[in-house]
């Protein structure tokens, strides 16, 4: 994507009012190792799935909101391939979905503050929704998967 490419995204969000903040790029990057682990360590377990490439907008977003996330939940949007993130709120992100994510040219996930769950939209125009596993004995799976991650925000003029 691209430092020019994600400030005419934020850009585009903020002249609809929606509020961002963008994450400093070491944030950033240290959200996106620990999802890449979660993701690949199965400390987090595949809900639900969705191809999305004969789907429409309406359809997509349709599919999100289905999803177990509250559209006032605050969510980081992370391009893992640019080390950068941002966080709106999830029903901003269902809204503009489409301008943040580009089909072949992106893979982006969707996160919480807690990282209790993980939204996954790959270039190949797959959607996959991962919640925290859950140990037969109750506790989470996987390590680190509690573990709390800085997220500082930096100013953006």
Excluded: C
Aim: glycine share 6%; net charge negative.
């Amino acid at each position: 994507m691209g430092m020019k490419a994600l400030v005419s995204r934020i850009d585009l969000l903020r002249s609809k009012n929606v509020d961002v903040d963008v994450l400093v790029e070491s944030s950033a990057m240290e959200l996106a190792k620990f999802l890449h682990l979660a993701l690949t360590k199965a400390s987090h377990e595949e809900l639900f799935k969705f191809d999305a490439a004969d789907e429409d907008a309406p359809q997509v977003r349709e599919w999100f909101r289905i999803l177990p996330i509250r559209a006032d939940d605050r969510s980081i949007i992370v391009w893992p391939a640019d080390r950068a993130a941002i966080r709106v709120f999830f029903g901003d992100f269902v809204d503009y979905y489409d301008e943040l994510w580009y089909p072949a040219a992106d893979d982006v996930w969707v996160t919480n503050d807690e990282r209790s769950w993980i939204l996954e939209l790959d270039h190949e125009e797959v959607f996959r929704f991962f919640a925290r596993g859950r140990s037969k004995r109750g506790g989470t799976r996987g390590r680190g998967a509690g573990r709390a991650i800085s997220t500082t925000v930096r100013s953006y003029p």
